[in-house]
């Protein structure tokens, strides 16, 4: 891109900043978790058609990118490097902003089942913690679908979960399923739903009666902290 070009594309994004509903919109998704176009719209003190409005034009400068789940389509900045220009505008303007708190009952949020995968803090974690043993790697069928690495797949198999079995299932193999309190990603998928079937048998969680809560035993602590390093 020449000067002329980078110039322009420079001042379309800082343009579309600078409306101040469209600013209240990106400065919500700072803190990482998506939201809604509806949830948008109440941040920015705007109706839901001038939202819609809005979120079109942050899109079509790249920044906020857009998730469809079921019935819901859920938004977040585009990138690190997004979250970056905020952070970075915000310490020249000051001022703090609301922190997202999520509405879910606490032992839902905690740990519950999602369909047949693990989801809530817990499944967030997992997420999070087998991205950064690199044993997820992303761009599989989907935009949001992930494969395992090849140390990934051993860790699995470790558990005990045939992964070339798992694979070869009638269904999506693994994905970034938008957690609904958390508003970040968990692993949903065949994997998920193996996992788990992993996490119930050997009882590191217990799934409660009457509802999709989950409770973490004492074993299932010990072992999340030996195989994935994560305290729970």
């Known amino acids: 891109m020449n000067a002329a070009g980078a110039d322009a594309a420079a001042s379309s994004i800082a343009a579309a900043i600078g409306e101040p509903a469209r600013a209240r919109m990106l400065y919500s998704l700072v ?14 003190d705007v109706s839901p058609s001038t939202a ?12 906020v990118t857009v998730l469809a789940q079921g019935k819901h389509r859920y938004y977040s900045l585009a990138g690190a490097n997004v979250a970056a ?5 915000s310490v020249l303007a000051g001022g703090s902003r609301d922190t997202f708190v999520p509405g879910t009952p606490g032992r839902l949020r905690a740990a519950r089942t999602c ?15 087998f991205t950064a043993l690199g044993w997820l790697s992303a761009g599989a069928v989907g935009a949001n679908g992930y494969d395992l690495t ?8 470790a558990l005990g979960i045939d992964v070339v079995a798992t694979r070869a299932l009638r269904r999506r193999f693994a994905y970034a399923c938008l957690d609904w309190s958390e508003r970040r990603p968990h692993v949903g998928g065949a994997i998920g ?17 009457d509802s999709r809560a989950l409770s973490v035993t ?3 602590r010990r072992e999340m902290l030996a195989r994935f390093g994560l305290p729970v």
């Open 52 to 63: 819609s409005v809005h979120l079109n034009r942050l899109k079509a400068v790249r920044l």
């Open 31 to 44: 803190d990482g978790h998506a939201r809604t176009s509806t949830e948008l719209a109440v941040a920015a």
């Open 193 to 209: 739903a193996a996992l788990l079937h992993v996490a119930l048998k050997r009882r590191w969680v217990i799934q409660d009666l």
């Open 85 to 89: 220009a905020l952070e970075a505008l």
């Open 115 to 129: 369909y047949d995968h693990i989801a809530g803090t817990l499944g967030v974690s997992l997420h999070d913690r």
């Open 218 to 220: 004492k074993v299932g």
């Open 150 to 157: 090849p140390h990934g797949a051993k860790a699995f198999d």
